[in-house]
């Protein structure tokens, strides 16, 4: 097959959850097929992924950044004014440290900024993209066209961008969810654009040939609300990004905790971690939990001053995904933080199965439904609570396997969710459409 492959994200511009897109490009092309990706250079991320497909095979493009024009515009007309210009714009693109308001700024702006940001950024931030991409499609079809495209969302720019390619092409185009739209349990656009962006959404979709997602429930839903076919790929681990080799543990004496990503107040927190350790008394100082993050670093570190346990906690930016994998196979324990609510149910977090090849016990704090606590259970990855006295109990439980190595690993059955088992069902699934389409 000859698949375009059109990716909002795509390394080493784009952030770890983008490492699906990479993976997929890189198992295609191992499987013999003809593969191109379309993708803009977002020059705001840092280098954590580097790409696994030839150079040559990925179509970067400019990408003009609609949320930093209020900034630009103010800088302009301070300089006409004779004013220097603000250190930091009102408005960041994503990827960016972000901006806070100044006292010397004036209310107006900061409103008109944020009013310009919420109409300008539909369907994401990404909408600035759209028109390089496409011109860009079209003059890759001069001399390559594809038998499939397949387009990989977030960010949702992407399937505007593959819908229209597919009609200049005439080649059938695929959405893949890695999260939902609209219907996403953390969709926060509000009633009014929730409105605009369904029709946009259901607009889109309505020339898809084919649909998957990433968690059995999301599939359900998607197949419930749209008439094409639904296939459902789990996210997965490579192989081969963990080798037979020795490990060495980051820590000999203190049972080791990590967590590698982001951190959402008051949804996927560590607090009821903190609220264990706190519970341990003396025990905990046998604890170290350790957090690379890329931002609310500060938000960390004041949740475990409030719980008395910064003895045990450590904080730092962001590392490499080669780095962070090397690190979670030394740790003792993987930390899954999960938000509680029942509409976290139906996440399936890309972190569960890298932390699954990793192949270390699995500590998931938050909801203790849903797939990922299923998965976690019924395979006997590792612990599955969020109540701090549960957390506290299993912490102690785990304290007298910690003999200067590290504690044994979990004995469920990985290799059924690496990610060649899983696309190898994508992949028939794209050739079924092909073949639908061409009538065989």
């Known amino acids: 097959m000859k698949i375009l492959l059109v990716a909002g994200y795509f390394p080493p511009y784009a952030p770890v959850s983008a490492t699906r897109v990479n993976k997929l490009a890189k198992y295609l092309l191992e499987r013999g097929h003809d593969v191109r990706v379309l993708a803009p250079k977002n020059a705001g991320f840092p280098a954590v ?33 004779g004013k220097p210009p603000a250190s930091t714009p009102i408005a960041s693109s994503p990827g960016a440290e972000g901006s806070s308001s100044s006292p010397v700024r004036q209310p107006w702006w900061a409103r008109l900024s944020a009013f310009y940001a919420a109409i300008v950024s539909t369907p994401d931030s990404r909408i600035g993209w759209y028109g390089h991409a496409v011109r860009a499609g079209r003059a890759l079809f001069a001399r390559w066209r594809p038998d499939i495209i397949y387009a990989s969302a977030p960010p949702h720019t992407g399937l505007l961008v593959a819908s229209r390619l597919a009609r200049l092409s005439g080649a059938p185009w695929v959405c893949e969810y890695r999260d939902l739209w609209v219907d996403h349990p953390y969709y926060d656009g509000g009633s009014v654009r929730r409105w605009i962006e369904s029709r946009l959404e259901n607009r889109t979709l309505n020339g898809a040939a084919g649909l998957v997602t990433v968690t059995r429930t999301w599939a359900d839903w998607l197949a419930k609300k749209h008439r094409q076919p639904v296939e459902f790929v789990m996210n997965g681990y490579d192989p081969a990004d963990y080798p037979d080799e020795a490990i060495e543990p980051l820590d000999r004496e203190r049972l080791t905790i990590i967590y590698t990503g982001g951190i959402y107040p008051g949804k ?58 090397r690190r979670q196979r030394g740790a003792d324990l993987l930390l899954l933080l999960r938000w509680d609510d029942p509409r976290e149910d139906s996440v399936l977090a890309g972190k569960l199965f890298e932390y699954i090849g990793a192949r270390r016990p699995i500590l998931s704090v938050g909801s203790e439904t849903g797939e990922a606590a299923e998965i976690i259970r019924d395979q006997g990855f590792g612990v599955v609570a969020n109540n701090p006295q549960a957390i506290a109990d299993a912490l102690r439980a785990w304290l007298p396997q910690k003999r200067g190595g590290l504690i044994p690993a979990p004995a469920g059955d990985m290799e059924s969710f690496a990610r060649p088992r899983q696309f190898a069902r994508l992949e028939n699934f794209l050739e079924k459409l092909i073949s639908s389409r061409s009538g065989a």
């Open 49 to 81: 992924m580097q790409p696994e497909i030839p150079a040559e095979r990925v179509i970067f493009t400019p990408v003009f950044e609609v949320l930093e024009v209020p900034g630009r515009l103010k800088a302009t007309l301070k300089a006409w004014l």
């Open 268 to 325: 996927r927190d560590p607090a009821a971690l903190f609220a264990a350790l706190a519970l341990m008394g003396d025990e905990a100082r046998r604890v170290r939990v350790i957090f690379h993050m890329p931002e609310a670093l500060e938000l960390v570190r004041q949740l475990a001053a409030a719980h008395g346990v910064t003895d045990s906690v450590e904080v730092s930016g962001l590392i490499p995904r080669k780095e962070a994998i």
